[in-house]
Structure formats: structure tokens, C-alpha cells
């Protein structure tokens, strides 16, 4: 078994096949390493969007726009992932 890192916590969700092959081949495109490293740079990408920090370098704008829109997350945006699920 695989010892955690401390100070770090694991995400886990579920997508539908159809998104995992896209995502798979955006990852060949973009030249990342794994899932986990895109995943983990799409969160951090997020975070510096959503709450930024003084000590967080500049967000460039394209970034930023990536994320508009998804400030009022709606329950009907994620009921083909988990069906009526609360968010």
C-alpha cells in the first residue's frame, strides 16, 4: 500500500467514457505526463481563478476565461455525471 504524502489529500470523481477518451487525447496533445498531472493542473489552475492570493503568480487572461461562468454552479449541470446528486 502506498503511503499518502502529508499535508495532501486525494480527488476523486467519475466521468463518462466518451469525456476519459477526450481527455486521454488532450493529454497526448498537451504533452502531460499522466491524467493526474493534467487533473492536478487544471485544480491549481482553478484555485489561482477562483481565490486568488497575493503570493499566487499572474493568471494569464486566457485562463481566467477558461473558468467563467461556473461562479453558480447549477444542480442540472452535473446530473448525466451523478444522477440528482447534491452538489
Known amino acids: 500500500m502506498k503511503a499518502k504524502k502529508e ?11 466518451e469525456y476519459m ?12 505526463r499522466s491524467r493526474y498531472q493534467l487533473l492536478q493542473y487544471l485544480v491549481k489552475c482553478f484555485i489561482r481563478v477562483a481565490d486568488p492570493q497575493p503570493t499566487d503568480e499572474v493568471v494569464p487572461k486566457d485562463i481566467e476565461e477558461m473558468f467563467e ?6 444542480k442540472i449541470e452535473f446530473q448525466d455525471i451523478k444522477r440528482g446528486g447534491a452538489i
Open 21 to 32: 477518451k477526450r481527455l486521454d487525447e488532450i493529454i497526448k496533445k498537451y504533452n502531460f
Open 69 to 74: 461562468g461556473y461562479q453558480t454552479v447549477s
Open 7 to 17: 499535508g495532501y489529500a486525494q480527488i476523486k470523481t467519475e466521468i463518462p467514457k
